[in-house]
């Protein structure tokens, strides 16, 4: 993910449809920030609703 987002640079990345496998949304944020992502970072959530004009904001 973390490649991908660095090649497109999205004004921000926001994760969905997660594979937890027994971690929290901290440690997929930490992974992908591992991974060399420097940018803007979400973990959605049901519900979730995201505004993409700007300014971007998401309301949970």
């Known amino acids: ?3 991908i987002a660095n090649t497109g640079r999205p004004k921000t990345l ?3 449809h997660q ?3 027994g971690v929290g ?5 930490e992974e992908v920030r591992a991974a060399g992502y ?8 049901d519900f979730d ?3 993409v004009n700007p300014p971007i904001v998401y309301y949970r």
């Open 19 to 21: 594979l937890y496998f």
């Open 1 to 3: 993910v973390a490649r």
């Open 14 to 16: 926001v994760l969905y």
């Open 49 to 51: 609703v995201f505004q």
């Open 38 to 45: 420097a940018g803007p970072l979400v973990s959605g959530q």
């Open 25 to 29: 949304d901290e440690e997929l944020v």
